[in-house]
C-alpha cells in the first residue's frame, strides 16, 4: 500500500498534467458512419482482404490497389472495377510456408506490399508470396501479370507481411527497406534493378537496429544545385537506439538518406552505401519528459521547390495510461544540416556515445559525389580513398537530431491512436495557402486537421470504416479532390470536403473548411472554387460570420416546440443537438435568459443539456436552446413543458390517446432504443440492488429525457431479438404498454429481447390498432421510462425507486452516449495544444 501510493500519486500528477496542457483538440463535428453513405464510395471484393498498398496512376485517373492475392485497377470517382489480377502463391508453396511453422491463417498467402509505376507501361509488384517474395511486372494496357517472369523479392518485398516494409522506384531503379531473410533478422535498404548493380546497408547494428520502417521520399536534390549535388533517397523508420545507453531500451525515430549516384566502395564498402547517414527526428514535449519513439508513418509533402519538401512525421508514445499521439513536421533544410554537421561515436574508453570531435577525413564521409570532389579527381564513389570508407563505415550516426519547427509537435491528441496520415497545401479564398492534415486511426476513424498560424483547428472526424478497423493506407488524388483509404476490409474514397454538411452561412463559415464556402446566392455552402470565387463567403483565419447576413439570431417559433408533459417531482432533462462540438447551449425560458447560477436548474456541460430536479409548476413554460459557437447563435431546440401535479407513476393513465399511428412509430423505435435502455437499465439496476440491500425505503424519483426517435416503423435490424442481446429474461408483455403512445420498460425485464416480439406492429398489421390498456403498476418495480412519441420526437422517462437520486455523473455518461454528443468543451486553453 504504501509502496504504491507515490505511484499513483505520480501518476495522477501526470494524467493531470496533461489535462492542463490540454492535448484534447475537439473535432468542430462528428460524423457517424451511417452519415457517410452519399459521400464515401467503397469497393471491396468477396474473399479478398488487406486493401492495403495504393497507388495512383494515369493523372488520378486510376487507383491501383494490391490486396491480398490480388491486384485491382479502380476508376477514380464512380471507384468502379475496371480489371482484376488473382495473384494466389501456389498451393505448394503455401503448404512449404506451412511447414515451416507460419500461420496458415494470417501469414501463408501473397500479400501485395509494393505497386508502383516502373514506365509508361508497366507497373512493378511484388507480394510476400507465402513468405518467398516474388516481384513482377504487370503490364497496364491489358493488365495483365507477367507471370513467366517472377523475379526473387528477396530484399524488396518482407517475407512476414506483419513487417513494416518501404519502397520506391526512382528511374527504374527500386530503393527498398525492409528484412531481408525469412526469419526478419536482417534488415537492409537496399538498390535494385536498373543499370548498376545491387547496393546494401552494411549488416551492422549501428547502421540499423531492429528497424520498423515506415516511408521513404525520393527529392531531386540535384536541380539547381549550385554545388553540383546530387538526388537523395530518404527513408524514416524506428529503431532501438544504440547511442541512449542509460535508456537501453529506448526506440527512436530516425531519418536516413542515401545518395542516387552511390556506386559503393572500391575495397572498403564494396556494393554498400557509402553514403548512408542517419539522424534522430525528436518529436518531443521537453517539458513534460514525453519524448516520441515510435514513427507511425510519414508523408513528404512537395513545395514549390525541392527545398521547399517538408516531412510530416505520425507518432505515438504510451504516457501513463494514455495514448498519445503526435505530428511533427520537419523541414528538408533541417535534415540536410544535420547531416552537415558533427559526426556521434562510440568512445571505447568512456563506454559512451558523444559526438565526434576530432578531425573529420576528406573528402568528407558519408557526402554525395559533388562539383567539389570532381573538381579534386573523385568523379563516383568507387574512387573515394580508404579513410573516408572507414569512418563512413563506423559513423552512420549524425549527433544533432533533426527538430520541429519551434521544437514542438504540430498536433498532439490524447487518448488517440494515429496509423497514416495525408497532408494537402489548400488555397483558401483569402489568397493564402492553409495546410490540411488527414489523419487516420485504428479505429476506422478520419480526422481532418486545419493548421492555423498559432494553432489547429480540428475540422471534423469521419467514421470511414464501421467496424473499428484501422486506416491502414491513405492517399491523395489533389487534382480530383480525392483521398483514398485502405483497409482490412475495403477500400473507401471520400471527396476531401463535403459542403453540403453544413446548412447554414455560419456553420459553413465556423467550418473553417478551406475546401468550401457559403454562396449567398444560392443559399449553400460550395467547394470554393470555380469562376464565381470572389462572390463566395470564407474566413478560415479567423471564422468570423459578420458577413453572413441575415444574422439569424433566433428564428421566432421557426419549428413547432416539442411537447412535453412530466409529472411535478420528475426530474427532467432537456439535451440540446449543438450544430457543432465546439458549440455551448445557451438557454432561455419563456423568453429569458437563462443563467447558470439559476437555482432551479442546472446546465449539464458534457450533455449540453438542461437539468431540471424536483420539477414543480414553476417549471411550466417554453425552453429554447440555442446552439452558440464563436458569438453566433442558431436556434436548436425548443420545449413546451407542462408540470402537472401527482406522483409521477399516474401520468400514463392520465394521457390522452392522443395519435393513433403511434403503435407503429413506438414499435418501430423499440428495438433502437433497448439498445440504450440496456445500458442505462444496468447501471440503474446495480444501483437499485445496492439499496435494496441496504433496505432502504424506496421513494419514487424520476429522471425524464426526450428522445429522438426513428422514423421508420419496426425494421428488422432492429427488430426485438436482432440486434439486442442480453442474458436477461424475455420481454413481458405486462412490461410495455402505450396508452398514450407511452412505452414502459421495466429493468428486470430488461430491454432487447427475442421471444413474443410484442414491440413490434399490431397483429393484424393496421396502424392505429387501439392498444392495450397499462397493467396495473407494482410499486416495488423500478420502472424504466416512458417514450412518447410526437411525430419523430419522443422522451424517455427513468423512473425510479431509490433512496436517492440517480447517480447524475453514471445517468450523463450514458445518455451523452444516445445523445451522441461529444464530451466538448474546448478547453481554455487551445494554445497549448497548437504548434
Ligand atoms: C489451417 O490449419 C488448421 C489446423 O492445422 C486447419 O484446421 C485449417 O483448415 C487450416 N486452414 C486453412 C485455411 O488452410
Ligand atoms: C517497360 O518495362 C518492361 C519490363 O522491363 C519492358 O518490357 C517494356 O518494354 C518497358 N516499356 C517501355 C515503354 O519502355
Ligand atoms: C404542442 O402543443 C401545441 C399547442 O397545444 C400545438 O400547437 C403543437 O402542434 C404541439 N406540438 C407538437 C410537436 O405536437
Known sequence: ??????????????????????????????????????????????????????????????????????????????LELKAAISWEAPAEKKLECIQKGKNNQTDCFNYVRFLQSYNSSHLYVCGTFAFQPKCTYIEVPSFSLNRLAFEDGKGKCPYDPAKGHTGLLVDGELYSATLNNF?????????????????????????LNEPHFVGSAFVPESQ?????????????????????????????????????????????????????????????????QLHFGRLQAVFTLAGATWRDTAFFGLFQARWGDVDVSAVCQY??????????????????????????????????????????????????????????????????????????????????????????????????????????????TGDGWLHKALVLPSRIHLVEELQVFASAQAVESLVLAPRKRLLFAGSRSQVAQLPLADCSKYHSCADCVLARDPYCAWSPNA???????????????????????GRCSPPRAAPPAKAAPKNMTVAAGADLLL????????????????????????????????????????AGPQHSGTYRCFSEEQGTRLAAEHYAVQVVPGPAGTLEARAPVESLGLGWLVAGALGALCLVLLLVTLSLRRR???????????????????????????????????????????????????????????????????????????????PGQPLPSPP????????????????????????????????????????????????????????????
Open 1 to 78: 500500500m504504501d509502496a504504491t501510493l507515490p505511484g499513483l500519486v505520480l501518476l495522477a500528477a501526470l494524467v493531470l498534467s496533461l489535462d492542463a496542457a490540454s492535448w484534447s483538440l475537439v473535432p468542430r463535428k462528428t460524423i457517424p458512419y451511417s452519415e457517410l453513405k452519399e459521400v464515401v464510395k467503397r469497393f471491396s471484393k468477396a474473399d479478398v482482404s488487406h486493401y492495403v498498398t495504393l497507388t495512383l496512376g494515369e493523372a488520378e485517373a486510376i487507383l491501383y490497389v494490391g490486396a491480398r492475392e490480388a491486384v485491382f485497377a479502380l476508376a477514380t470517382g464512380p
Open 183 to 207: 526469419l526478419g533478422t536482417e534488415p537492409v535498404i537496399l538498390r535494385n534493378l536498373g543499370p548498376h548493380y545491387s547496393m546494401k546497408t552494411e549488416y551492422l547494428a549501428s547502421w
Open 224 to 288: 539547381d544545385s549550385s554545388t553540383g549535388d546530387d538526388d537523395k533517397v530518404y527513408f524514416f523508420f524506428s529503431e532501438r537506439a544504440l547511442e541512449l545507453d542509460c535508456e537501453a531500451e529506448r526506440v527512436v525515430a530516425r531519418v536516413a538518406r542515401v545518395c542516387k549516384g552511390d556506386m559503393g566502395g572500391a575495397r572498403t564498402l564494396q556494393k554498400k552505401w557509402t553514403t548512408f547517414l542517419k539522424a534522430r527526428l525528436a518529436c518531443a514535449v521537453p517539458e513534460q
Open 331 to 440: 523541414q528538408l533544410e533541417d535534415v540536410r544540416q544535420a547531416f552537415e554537421g558533427p559526426y556521434k561515436e562510440y568512445r571505447e574508453q568512456a563506454q559512451k556515445w558523444g559526438r565526434y570531435s576530432d578531425q573529420v577525413p576528406s573528402p568528407r564521409p558519408g557526402a554525395c559525389i559533388t562539383a567539389w570532389h570532381r573538381q579534386n579527381g573523385v568523379a563516383s564513389s568507387l574512387e573515394l580513398p580508404d579513410n573516408t570508407l572507414n569512418f563512413a563505415k563506423k559513423h552512420p550516426l549524425m549527433d544533432q537530431p533533426v527538430l520541429p519547427p519551434r521544437g514542438r509537435p504540430l498536433l498532439l491528441q490524447r487518448g488517440a491512436n494515429f496509423t497514416r496520415l495525408a497532408v494537402h497545401r489548400a488555397w483558401a479564398l483569402d489568397g493564402a495557402a492553409y495546410t490540411v492534415l488527414f489523419i487516420g
Open 523 to 545: 443559399s449553400r455552402c460550395l467547394p470554393a472554387e470555380g469562376p464565381d470565387r470572389s462572390l463566395l463567403l470564407q474566413d478560415v483565419l479567423n471564422a468570423d460570420t
Open 575 to 614: 439535451p440540446c443537438r449543438l450544430t457543432s462540438n465546439l458549440a455551448r447551449a445557451r438557454w432561455a425560458f419563456n423568453g429569458r435568459e437563462l443563467a447558470a447560477e439559476h437555482a432551479w436548474v442546472r446546465y449539464a456541460p458534457h450533455l449540453q443539456a438542461l437539468l431540471l430536479r424536483e
Open 688 to 766: 437499485l440492488r445496492e439499496e435494496m440491500a441496504k433496505g432502504a425505503k424506496a421513494v419514487e424519483s424520476t429522471l425524464v429525457y426526450p428522445i429522438e426517435l426513428p422514423k421508420e416503423p419496426a425494421s428488422p435490424k432492429f427488430g426485438p431479438g436482432t440486434a439486442c442481446d442480453s442474458d436477461e429474461k424475455l420481454w413481458d408483455p405486462a412490461s410495455y404498454y402505450y396508452s398514450d403512445g407511452s412505452l414502459k420498460i421495466v429493468p428486470g425485464h430488461a430491454a432487447c429481447q427475442p421471444g413474443p416480439a410484442p414491440p413490434s406492429p399490431p397483429a393484424n398489421g393496421i
Open 776 to 835: 396495473p403498476h407494482s410499486p416495488n418495480r423500478l420502472h424504466l421510462g416512458s417514450a412518447r412519441g410526437s411525430s419523430s420526437n419522443g422522451y424517455i422517462r427513468l423512473q425510479l425507486g431509490a433512496e436517492e437520486r440517480p447517480g447524475y455523473a453514471d445517468l450523463a455518461e450514458e445518455l451523452r452516449r444516445k445523445l451522441q454528443q461529444r464530451q466538448a468543451l474546448p478547453d481554455s486553453n487551445p494554445e497549448e495544444s497548437s504548434v
